[in-house]
């Protein structure tokens, strides 16, 4: 920061006094940096000044351009600077941005009654012309002036009504104690702004700070990446991911989750390009098991898809935030989903091993049971099934299986993609008296499911429908791996869901090991 | 003093590709025709196909493994290197 020194700075071929102001930057903010390359704009503007919003509007677009051409134009607010980049953002002003506290040393360099107020310096770092309030043909003499010093023509702002208006007090030029007063509340608002970047999912956020994400990554390279994120391809670096941990509210010891269910959904097996554009409501369906879920205290117990646990919510949430903000499927853009659902927003179930009377999911898939596995599903909302009065496993099977019958569209048999089963403490139980393995109810879902043809050739069906003879029964899943088991829920009630599949676009079911961070 | 966040977009700037200039006229040019697979995609590109047979241009059917996911680089190639021109159906 250079000291301001008590000139008067704003006379024409005068120095141009110094900046006492904060950039944006690592470098400081002075005249020589932003003379280096020609010549500079000090833009003087105020967050609560109408006239000022007009100069950003109308000279913001301008300045990329400006910059190439030798002429370097900066915003230098009477607001804080966090204030001042959210303003800048707001009225599209593509310049540097920089600002200064009370008493606003820069404003009282350059003798401001009036903002906006611009001040031309030229290569020789002399004033070269002012502009207070705003006025179009001074602006258009400041840059003529500016061209002729860079041998370059430089875009003007368009000719538009209006083409002079008063600008507002400088709160340097008023009362320091009532300019103090009015600096107080600033209006500033981390979360709003994270609304303004577009870092959300509709709900709020955590802000993604250096140090929240500094802390999410453990000490795991920031630069490292996990591939590119569907649709829009962004690259998944790992602090990319650990700023939608972050952002979705996970705490530091859920992030080795978040990152295996990230490399899970980034494996193109998984096809989650498809996922993320199509007009199916389809969300990416988390299921944790192994030692990580006592660990990070995720709820595999009552209320196993709903709310009320953070680290479900929140690393379901990491996940979803992935694919909209790095991977660019937001709901609306890229997204093209006619309805979606609320999974959409966070899918994340851990499965109740202890409970369940079966291999937990990832050691079906091949994982040892002592080890932490993600796995991911592409998922259509759940369904629940309410049995209170079956009496025998056979009877409950078929209550199950047949709630999936529209699992999809009505009259779409045979499902080729994965329907996903959580059963509930409850009905697992009458499994387990019986002695059923999970092939065994696997296998009788799949058995049970089934329709003659010809009640099946109605709207969207099947070409395997269509082939069949009418009296042929066509069964609801083409093979009994369709059907995923799990077990999750609380221990009174019965009530088992089902979650229907995302659907003709080849995506399989893919699980990753949760690695240590320090693997 | 503003916070120092860590985006969690790739802030890359892509620049786009200008389009390649139109023909005047189909009469002799060699037009690919991609069929994404959706349903019902084929018949759409059978229309197109008879269209521009009938505008003097030599035609050629390529198809994408799944709509769903991105044309494989190969397939890519092939269209690059196969036609002057291309028409990618889209249908339901």
Redesign the interface.
């Known amino acids: 920061m250079e000291q301001a020194p008590q000139v008067n700075g704003a006379q024409a071929g005068s120095p141009a006094p110094g900046l006492a102001v904060?950039g944006?930057g690592l470098a400081p903010v002075t005249i020589a940096s932003l003379t280096a390359g020609g010549c500079a704009l000090l833009v003087f503007v105020s967050e609560h000044c109408p006239t000022s919003a007009l100069a950003l509007r109308r000279l913001g677009p301008l300045c990329q351009a400006w910059a190439q051409a030798g002429l370097t134009a900066v915003a230098i607010f009477e607001d804080?600077?966090?204030l001042?980049?959210r303003t800048a953002r707001r009225f599209g002003w593509t310049g540097h941005v920089a600002a200064q506290e009370p008493p606003y040393p820069a404003s009282q360099a350059y003798r401001l009654s009036t903002v906006p107020t611009a001040v031309l310096v030229g290569r020789d770092r002399l004033v070269a012309g002012k502009m207070a309030g705003w006025d179009q043909r001074a602006m258009a003499s400041l840059l003529a002036e500016a061209g002729a010093q860079l041998g370059a023509e430089l875009a003007m702002p368009s000719d538009a009504e209006p083409r002079t208006k008063p600008g507002c007090s400088s709160k340097a030029a008023i009362d320091p104690d009532l300019a103090a007063a009015m600096a107080g509340q600033n209006g500033a608002d981390?979360l709003e702004e994270m609304f303004e970047?577009g870092?959300t999912d509709g709900l709020p956020v955590i802000?993604?700070?250096?140090e929240r994400?500094e802390a999410m990554l453990g000490g795991l390279p920031a630069d490292a990446s996990l591939g590119p994120v569907?649709p829009?391809?962004?690259?998944a670096t790992l602090?990319?991911v650990?700023?939608?941990a972050?952002?979705a509210g996970c705490r530091p010891e859920y992030f080795p989750v978040v990152a295996a269910a990230a490399r899970a959904a980034l494996d193109?097996a998984f096809?989650l390009?498809?996922q993320a554009v199509?007009t199916q409501p389809a969300g990416q369906l988390v299921v944790v098991n192994g030692p990580m879920r006592e660990a990070i205290g995720l709820n595999s117990g009552m209320g196993a898809l709903g709310p009320g646990f953070r680290a479900n919510l929140t690393i379901g949430r990491a996940l979803r935030?992935?694919v909209c903000?790095?991977g660019g499927a937001m709901p609306g853009a890229m997204d093209r989903s006619t309805l979606g659902h609320m999974g959409k927003l966070s899918f994340c179930i851990a499965e109740d091993e202890e409970t369940s009377p079966w291999e937990p999911l990832h050691v079906e898939r091949g994982f040892a049971a002592d080890r932490s596995v993600v796995t991911v599903i592409g998922s259509d909302a759940p369904l629940s099934i309410s049995d209170h009065r079956s009496r025998t496993p056979e009877d409950l099977a078929y209550i199950l299986a047949w709630a999936a019958a529209s699992a999809w569209s009505t009259n779409w048999w045979p499902l080729a993609e994965p329907s996903v089963f959580v059963i509930c403490p409850e009905h697992a139980q009458m499994f387990r008296e019986a002695g059923w393995t999970k092939q065994r109810l696997r296998q009788f879902m799949f058995e049970a499911v089934r329709r003659p043809a010809s009640l099946l050739r109605r709207g969207e069906t099947t070409q395997v429908v269509h082939a069949a003879p009418p009296d042929a029964l066509v069964p609801k899943w083409a093979s009994p791996e369709a059907i995923v088991l799990l077990v999750a829920g609380g221990e009174a009630g019965r009530y088992s869901a089902v979650l229907g599949p995302c659907t003709?676009?080849?995506s399989q079911i893919v699980s990753r090991e949760v690695e240590s961070r320090g693997r | 003093?503003?916070?120092?966040?860590?985006?969690?977009?790739?802030e890359?700037v892509r620049t786009p590709e200008p389009l390649a200039p139109r023909p005047a006229s189909m009469a002799g040019s060699r037009v690919v025709l991609l069929d994404i697979r959706k349903n019902r995609g084929a018949e759409f590109l059978d229309r197109i196909e008879t269209l521009l047979a009938a505008a003097g241009a030599a035609t050629a059917r390529v198809t994408k493994e799944?709509?769903?996911?991105?044309a494989a680089l190969s397939l890519i190639d092939e269209i690059a290197s196969g036609g002057g021109l291309v028409v990618e159906a889209l249908a339901d």
């Open positions: 904060h944006t804080p600077l966090d001042a980049i981390e970047r870092w802000p993604p700070t250096a994400v569907p829009a391809m962004g690259e602090a990319r650990a700023a939608c972050v952002l193109p096809n390009h498809g199509t935030l992935l903000l790095t003709g676009m080849g | 003093v503003a916070a120092d966040y860590v985006s969690p977009f790739d890359r799944i709509f769903s996911k991105p």
